[in-house]
Structures are given as structure tokens and as C-alpha cells.
């Protein structure tokens, strides 16, 4: 596309034909030729009146005397059109004489002023260097003007153009964003029905492989008891990570349900415990639970909860120290996360903020937003190290915040990390 | 920042209601045009436009003349209190001479004032403005809803702070008309021991808060 820009339809604004109004104000006229005319302020001559009359002839403007010579003009007379071509461009008309000239603003005319003079004056030999005199005058305040329109009009082009340049971009962005929705969508059904099949084979090999390193079909000699053995716990840890990556599709598919019930959270960290109690044992890693007594129940769903603390915990002893703890405390408190600015008081502790606090490795500053990205590990050697799909905190955060609560993380590099996340109290029946 | 024309006898005061969504401020406004009817010959400018929100800013133009024949010409704007209008609070609150803090009594609204407040602080800092410097003034309106902080605890808050506190009822105009007197008599002091109006142009500070009284109609003035 070309001609279009805001040079062009300001070069356009200038071919155009101003309209006299936008190029002088009747103030300013009026302002400008007063000490010029007699009888009004006039301090030079006899001239007693000057009028601008618009492009078509119509008045726009009149200095002089109420009762003056053109006072009572609403348009240019025909003697002003017969004299322009003569060379003195004057009239005689009743008492007056009258000169006649053009004005212009670029090159267009957009106007006509007039001078009227007593016919009896001494000036009226110099009427005409008098009226190219004030003409000049006239014709430096409409340039001015004409300036001023022209930029306008320029600014005015320029906002409009950007303007259908901003819309054709958020066109287009919405485009791409319906794009990038139904994409991720398919992705979503995708990973659905790819996890779901991958689960029905990886059932018989977990439970074949159970069968054989049980013995039921026959003994097996102590190698091959512990390969099978190895079949099954890579099994199991495969079907771990893919009920993850289902359970993260079916939160973005928002296909997932809350069982919302008031819940003890006392009893729901006991069977995370005893979930984690295995593996804590073999990091060498103590659970501890410091719960306030008589702590209200929280409305939650007591098995996506068990999922979230199970997770949080798991990680709290993977990266732990041998010797060291995890620690689970939980108080009263806003739903929402501490705000820096608590000039106007403290928030209503409607929510339990329960904390999962480790003796572990610490999570960087700079990290701590991140680590509850999909798929995002601190440190991609950590994978290696410590296995995990980088899926845990990112179903962490979408089931605290599925029961309206926040979940956020503290950190000291070295000393150990913090998770804190909200659930609602259960309203008590009074 | 103010803007004083010494060749007009004329100084603009640039006076800013903020405060989070939804917490009065433009009632504030509309409630001040109502009771200054017949003092002002200016419109309530208001560009609330999609859900009565307001979008960009509302603006009161005052204007009245000292005993010494000063021109004080007062603006008064809201902004848009939605957290997504940022870039619109900031260019708004752009040297003003003073806040008026609209908070929503209400203890449920508690983080949204405290965020609001952060927020100011933030955009004066970010405008060059200083906290400490700035003439603020706090309202708790919604005085008459339900499930609002009481009064004895509006008084803790205004005593961590040294910021003059208001109570009001916008909507039915109580404790605008304080408010607005608290904002122009706090910004007015601290212009007066930054620029010494009263010795360079002769205009007193019992003066300008005559003028400002006047303002409203006596009828509805006093409570």
C-alpha cells in the first residue's frame, strides 16, 4: 500500500482549501487592525472600516464603526467583484471609496478584505499603499494560521493512521491469539489421549513384571528377581509421570472437579506422611509436623490437597540434606499472600496458610517466580540428578489456586526453602 | 507542579483523588460540582464511559479570585482505579500538587487500599514526586456499609500516619466537602512555605480557605 502515510495526507491537508475560520480567530482580526482605524482605537489615517469576507463572500469579520461603511454588509457587493481586475481595484459607493484585495493562505484565496476610506479624505490618494500595507499585515496572520492548520491536520492524519495501524494489529494478534488457544487445546487432547494409552500397555508390564519377581510363574534365580524388580519400579515411576502429565492436561482442559468438603488438615498431612514416609526414611530426611491445636477446618478437597502437600514434601526431601528435616506448620491467616504495604491494616484471616518448610539446597531469588512454570527445573542437571518431569509445583499451583488459594515460596541459598499456600476455613454452622 | 503566572496574577493548583476501583472517587467529584452549583461555572468533565467506570480521568475546573486579586485556579482529577490503567494514573498524577486518598472502608477491601497505596507511593516516585513532600489526605468512605472498620480503628490508622483522615459517605455527599477543604488547605500550606505566597503576592492562607468556603452554597454547606 502506498499514499497513505501521514506525509501524504498532510500534503493533502495542504492542497486543500482552509476554511478561514480555522486559519484566524475574530479576536485576533479584530485585535490586529483596531490602531488602524479611525473612530475605533485609529491613531494612523482616515481609513475607517476593514472587513474580511470568506471565499465565497460571505462576512467574517468587521472592524469599524457600528454605523459605519460596511457595518451592515453581510456579503462582498457586486462593485468589489467588478473591480478586481481593474487596476486600482476600487470603488466609489455613496460617501466611501473602497479598496478591494485578495488574500490568501498557501495558495489557495480564502478571502477577500475590503478598506472603505471617506470619499472627502486627504488620505484617499494613498488609499491603495495604505490597503497593500494592512494586506500584508492580514496576509502574515493567515500564514500563521495556515501553519498551525497545516500541523494539525498533519497531527491529526498521524493519530488516524496509527490509530488503523494499532487496530490492524490487535486484528491480528487476536488472530494469532484463537490460533495459539485452539492449538494449545489440541495439545491439551493430545497429551489427554496419549497419556491415556500409555497407561493401558505400561498396566501389564508393571503387572507382569510384579508376577515374575514374585515368583508366580516359577522361581527365578536372584538376578533375574532383581531385573524384574527393576521393570516393575521403573514401571511404577513411568505411570507416575504420566498420571502427571493427564492430571496437567485435564486442569488446562478445566475438565477436573473439586470434591469440596471441610476437611481436619491434621488428617490429610498424616496421609501425606505416611505416603512420604519411605522415601524420607531413605534420604535419611525426618518429617515433622507442628500443628496449632483446635485449628479450623479448612473447605478443600481432601485428596487433591493430600497430592499437593505429597508433592511439596517429596520435593522437600529430594532436595534435602541426609540429617536434615521437613518441617509442616500452619496458622491463620489472610487467603492472600503478604503485600509489602499494610498502611490501612491487616486483612480478615479467613485461610489456614499452611508452610512446607526444608533443610534443603535453597532456590535462587531470581528463581522462585519460575519454579512454578510447567516443565521448569532450577537447574536442568538437576533433572538428571533428581529426576521429575519439572510437572509437581505446576500442578501445585493449579490445584491451591482451583480452591482459591495462593501458593508462593521463600528461599535462603544453603539454609532451606519455604512453600506457603492458603486454603478457604470452612464457614462454621453457628 | 503548581504553575504560578505572575504577569496574570494567576496560580493553577493541580489537586489528584486517587484510590483503588470502585471506591468513590469519582462520586467525590460529582458530589463537590453539586455542591458548589452557582460557584463554578465549569462543568464536571467525566469520561466514564464503558460500565460508569471511569476510563481515563474526571476533571473539576475551579477557579476563584483572592482578596488581593489573585486568580487561584484549582483542578481536581480522578483517575481510573482498575490496576490495569497504570500508565493512565501515572501520566495523571503528573505534578500534582496534592492527593486525596479515596479508601473503601470496607475490611474486605483492605488489600485492595493497600495495594492502591503502594501503587501511589510507586507512580509519585516514578513522576519524581515525593512521598513525604506531597500534601495527601485520607478518606475512608462507605462509612454507612456493612462489615467496615469501626471508627476506633480508622483512628489507629490515622495515628501511624501523619496524613489528615476523613470519614465519609460520598455517595450522600457527608465528608466530601471536609475532604476536599483537608486536600486544599494541606497543598495550599505546603505551596505557601515553598513559594511565600503570602509575602510575594499578598495572598494569605485564611484568604484562600475563605475562598474555598465560599465555594459552596450555604444552604447545603455546614452538617
Known amino acids: 500500500m502506498t499514499g497513505s502515510g501521514p506525509l501524504q495526507a498532510a500534503a493533502s491537508a495542504a492542497d486543500r482549501r482552509p476554511p ?21 482605537h485609529g491613531v494612523f489615517g482616515d481609513i475607517d472600516a476593514v472587513a474580511l469576507f470568506d471565499h465565497e463572500g460571505v462576512m467574517f469579520c468587521h472592524v469599524g464603526e457600528a454605523d459605519g461603511a460596511m457595518a451592515d454588509w453581510d456579503q462582498l457587493p457586486p462593485e468589489a467583484h467588478a473591480v478586481f481586475r481593474s487596476p486600482e481595484r476600487s470603488f466609489g459607493l455613496g460617501a466611501h471609496q473602497f479598496a478591494v484585495r485578495a488574500c490568501f493562505a498557501g495558495a489557495d484565496r480564502v478571502g477577500t478584505v475590503v478598506f472603505s476610506l471617506p470619499a472627502d479624505s486627504p488620505d484617499r490618494p494613498q ?48 488472530r494469532a491469539i484463537s490460533h495459539l488457544r485452539e492449538v494449545d487445546q ?102 515433622r509436623l507442628e500443628l496449632e491445636p483446635m485449628l479450623a477446618p479448612v473447605l478443600c478437597d481432601a485428596d487433591k490437597v493430600q497430592q499437593v502437600l505429597v508433592n511439596l514434601i517429596s520435593n522437600s526431601i529430594k532436595f534435602n540434606r541426609p540429617g536434615g528435616h521437613v518441617l509442616i506448620q500452619a496458622e491463620r491467616a489472610p487467603i492472600r499472600r503478604p503485600f509489602d504495604e499494610d498502611f490501612f491494616g491487616e486483612e480478615i484471616a479467613d485461610a489456614l496458610r499452611i508452610s512446607v518448610t526444608d533443610t534443603g539446597i535453597g532456590i535462587p531469588e531470581d528463581q522462585l517466580v519460575r519454579i512454578f512454570d510447567a516443565f521448569y527445573q532450577v537447574d536442568a542437571s538437576s533433572t538428571r540428578e533428581h529426576g521429575g518431569a519439572g510437572l509437581g509445583l505446576s500442578i501445585v499451583r493449579k490445584l491451591i489456586e482451583a480452591h482459591g488459594g495462593e501458593v508462593w515460596a521463600e528461599s535462603t541459598v544453603g539454609i532451606g526453602t519455604t512453600f506457603h499456600f492458603t486454603l478457604p476455613i470452612a464457614a462454621t454452622p453457628e | 507542579m503548581v504553575y504560578i503566572d505572575i504577569q496574570h496574577r494567576e496560580v493553577t493548583l493541580k489537586l489528584v483523588y486517587y484510590g483503588p476501583a470502585l471506591s468513590g472517587k469519582t462520586t467525590n467529584l460529582q458530589q463537590l460540582h453539586q455542591l458548589m452549583v452557582g460557584h463554578t461555572d465549569s462543568d464536571l468533565i467525566t469520561l466514564d464511559t464503558r460500565d460508569d467506570r471511569t476510563l481515563f480521568f474526571d476533571l473539576l475546573p475551579l477557579q476563584f479570585q483572592t482578596e488581593g486579586g489573585f486568580t487561584i485556579r484549582l483542578k481536581l482529577f480522578t483517575v481510573p482505579g482498575q490496576v490495569i490503567h497504570n500508565t493512565t494514573r501515572k501520566i495523571v498524577l503528573q505534578g500534582a500538587d496534592g492527593v486525596a ?20 507511593k510507586q507512580n509519585l516516585r516514578e513522576n519524581g514526586l515525593d512521598f513525604e513532600d506531597i500534601a495527601l489526605v485520607i478518606q475512608f468512605n462507605k ?66 480557605m475563605n475562598q474555598i468556603d465560599g465555594l459552596f452554597r450555604p444552604e447545603r454547606g455546614n452538617p
Not at chain 1, 486559519?23 to 482580526?29: G, K, N, Q, W
Not at chain 1, 499585515?137 to 488516524?160: D, R
Not at chain 2, 465519609?168 to 500550606?189: C, D, I, M, P
Request: aromatic content about 8%; charged content about 25%; hydrophobic content about 45%.
Open chain 2, 101 to 120: 486518598f479515596i479508601a473503601d472502608s470496607r475490611v474486605l477491601q483492605t488489600r485492595g487500599n493497600n495495594e492502591s497505596f503502594a501503587n501511589l
Open chain 1, 20 to 40: 478561514i475560520e480555522r486559519l484566524l480567530r475574530r479576536d485576533d482580526f479584530t485585535r490586529t487592525l483596531a490602531p488602524f482605524v479611525h473612530g475605533v
Open chain 2, 143 to 208: 462509612r454507612d456499609l456493612e462489615g467496615i472498620r469501626s471508627d476506633a480503628e480508622v483512628d489507629k490508622i490515622a495515628k501511624k500516619g501523619r496524613e489528615p483522615v476523613f470519614k465519609a459517605v460520598a455517595l450522600a455527599g457527608q465528608g466530601v466537602r471536609e475532604t476536599f477543604r483537608g486536600l486544599a488547605a494541606l497543598s495550599w500550606k505546603r505551596l505557601e512555605g515553598k513559594f511565600n505566597f503570602a509575602e510575594r503576592f499578598g495572598v494569605r492562607h485564611e484568604d484562600f
Open chain 1, 186 to 287: 489440541l495439545k491439551s487432547n493430545f497429551l489427554a489421549t496419549v497419556s491415556h494409552e500409555l497407561r493401558t500397555p505400561l498396566t501389564s508390564i508393571i503387572g507382569f513384571s510384579e508376577m515374575l519377581a514374585r515368583g508366580i510363574a516359577g522361581p527365578l534365580n536372584e538376578e533375574q528377581t532383581e531385573y524384574a524388580v527393576t521393570i516393575l519400579e521403573r514401571g511404577e515411576e513411568l505411570l507416575r509421570l504420566i498420571t502427571q502429565i493427564l492430571e496437567m492436561s485435564k486442569m488446562e482442559m478445566g475438565t477436573m472437579r473439586l470434591n469440596l468438603a471441610p476437611s481436619a488438615l491434621a488428617d490429610i498431612v498424616e496421609r501425606a506422611f505416611s505416603a512420604a514416609s519411605i522415601p524420607a526414611e531413605r534420604a535419611q530426611v525426618g518429617l
Open chain 1, 127 to 174: 488609499l491603495a499603499a495604505i490597503a497593500d500595507g494592512l494586506i500584508g499585515v492580514i496576509g502574515a496572520l493567515l500564514q500563521a494560521g495556515f501553519a498551525t492548520w497545516v500541523t494539525s491536520e498533519m497531527h491529526l492524519a498521524a493519530s488516524e493512521s496509527n490509530f488503523r495501524a494499532l487496530q490492524q494489529r490487535n486484528a491480528e494478534l487476536e
